[in-house]
């Protein structure tokens, strides 16, 4: 079963966060790097024909986080007065969850998984 990832256009993401969004018009991937807006070495990586996203945060040189899911439904960014954060959606028919990516204040992945 394949489905488009819902999301944002890709300016939101410099509006809401002074980001970096590069194109691979090749593989339809739109790439963030946020590391110019926050100090940290994270790279936010989506697909939206492929349902993809990626999540990688490095600290020199050496991954400390890559985590690449498929079964995207929505991308979506949430901002409040406190954080601003990318969340994502998942359904693949056998499991649900989210992905959230909070940018500000600071850096904090959280990511839920479950078996329907």
């Keep these: ?16 966060f002074g980001a970096t969004v590069a194109r691979d018009a090749t593989e339809d991937v739109w790439v963030i790097d946020f590391k110019e807006v926050t100090g940290e070495d994270l790279t936010f990586s989506y697909s939206p024909t492929d349902a993809s996203v990626r999540v990688q945060l490095c600290d020199d040189q050496e991954s400390l986080v ?3 899911r498929e ?12 954080n601003s954060s990318i969340v994502v959606e998942f ?7 989210e ?4 940018i500000f204040p600071r850096i904090k992945i959280t990511d839920r998984m479950l078996f329907r």
Excluded: H, K
């Design 91 to 97: 359904n693949d028919g056998v499991t649900s969850g």
């Design 66 to 68: 890559d985590i690449f």
């Design 71 to 82: 079964g995207a439904i929505q991308l979506r960014i949430e901002s409040t007065r406190d």
């Design 1 to 16: 079963m394949s489905r488009n990832l819902e999301s944002p256009d890709s300016d939101r993401f410099t509006e809401e």
């Design 99 to 102: 992905l959230i990516v909070q």
